[in-house]
């Protein structure tokens, strides 16, 4: 008999290019958190030498790529209508008069 791990993961609006997809985030497994393009990613096992190796490109091109990214969220398109879309929708709350 076979143990099935659980993929829990939720799905979300996400950039590729200028046009919006649906993508999963992370709900657990060791990249909870992070928006992947199918929810088996959540539990796959990571790569160390790739991590490790994108922990030193990050640490030096840091600067750059918060300017890059910051320039992108303002102007493009769909980085606006991720953000638009993905606020989940609650119904409102009536306000109800307590009796004393």
Do not use: D, H
Not at 49 to 76: D, E, G, L, V, Y
Request: glycine share 4%; aromatic share 4%.
């Amino acid at each position: 008999m076979f143990i099935r791990e659980l993929i829990e993961a939720t799905q979300v609006w996400s950039k590729s290019g200028k046009s919006s997809v649906r993508k999963y985030r992370c709900t657990s497994g060791v990249r909870k958190g992070r928006v992947m393009a199918s929810p088996a990613a959540c539990n796959k096992p990571l790569n160390v030498s790739k991590s490790k190796s994108f922990k030193q490109t990050r640490s030096t091109k840091a600067p750059t790529m918060k300017f890059k990214s910051r320039i992108a969220k303002k102007s493009n398109p769909a980085s606006n209508r991720n953000i638009r879309l993905n606020k989940s929708v609650k119904p409102k709350k009536t306000s109800r008069r307590k009796v004393r």
